[in-house]
């Protein structure tokens, strides 16, 4: 029976160690952290990655924590609607809305569904071999057919097969990332653009709200009461952003610098090593396609990996897609950027214009991203 060594225990890591044991492999996962303790506050599954989770028997328990009903979209920071679309309308178009979850209860339900033994916390890699696929751990060697690095935007085997490669750079932009309670606060699902500065609500189930902002901001800037921060930069946009960060818990905010791939990656394989998620494609999180197209990649990976050619299989299959999506990401990033008054002004009259020549904006400008299928 073939054996893969799976590198990080996040959503790719788990989804890929969980898509290759359906296949027939036994897997290890060699997770550093002595728990799974899932890093981030919330994410959204898009239709595309909910295909994929169908795949791996996770998606209806997916489906079954969605809270969006109505309308979503974009806003001005006065809460005027730039451009919006209902979830009965994304679903008739690419099969489900979007599901905003927790990242722990996405995490929880990949990590129950895998065969008793597979998780090693608490267990640093301290190297793998692409032509052996021996991997070197803090609780001995380990031999593999297939080694899955899921180790994150900073990858370190990423930086040893590639050593060439600039890594990820800095997007320009902080974000902040908090759950808070609801609280009966009408939330509908939305991201609110203003000068430089982005802020969005999702709901989630059990009576809790994702929200993150963003801001233009140099790298490595931090503040003694982030919560303070946020009020001082949204406290006057429209309700229920003001509200949400009052409740906010200062000690739960995550503020972290945004950072992507910008330039390609030559591979996402050497070897018998295949990179996946953030290692090999880390992406600014504007279209919300981080973590889908890790689970992506792990239902595409564990489809391939019986082949002579797998790796490269997976790299000809990943690649081009992966590639096209973190600069669409990227290019939604810039214009979230804007803080000339004449250059935001025009931004939000051609989202406006846009989104009233065609009502399906948003869902057209994404037919390429969410109507994926799974290989078969």
Known sequence: MSHAVVIGGGVGGLAAALALQRRGWTVTVCERAPSLDPVGAGLAVAANALKALDVLGVGDAVRELSAVRGQAGIRR??????????????????????????????????????????????????????????????????????????????????????????????????????????????CPAAESWGAGRVFGVLPLAGDLVYCYGTDTVPAGGRSADERAELLRLFGDWHDPIPRLLEAADPARILRTDVYSLSRPLPAFHRGRIALLGDAAHAMTPYLGQGACQAVEDAVVLAHLADRPDGPAAYTAARLPRTTRIVRRSASVCRATKARHPLAVRLRDTAMALGGRLDPDLLLTATDGILGWRPPT
Do not use: K, N, Q
């Open 77 to 186: 920071r006065d809460g005027r609607w730039l451009v919006r679309v209902c979830a009965e309308r994304a679903a008739a178009r690419h099969g489900d809305p979007p599901v905003p979850l927790t990242r722990a209860a996405l995490v929880g339900l990949l990590a129950e569904r895998l065969t008793p033994g597979t998780l090693r916390p608490g267990t640093t890699v301290h190297s793998a071999d692409p032509d052996s696929g021996r991997v070197t751990t803090s609780a001995g060697d380990l031999d593999a057919d297939l080694v899955v690095a899921a180790d994150g935007i900073h990858s370190a085997i990423r930086r040893a097969l590639f050593p060439d490669h600039p890594g990820p750079a800095y997007a320009g932009v902080t974000s902040w990332r908090m759950l808070v309670p609801r609280d009966g606060l009408p």
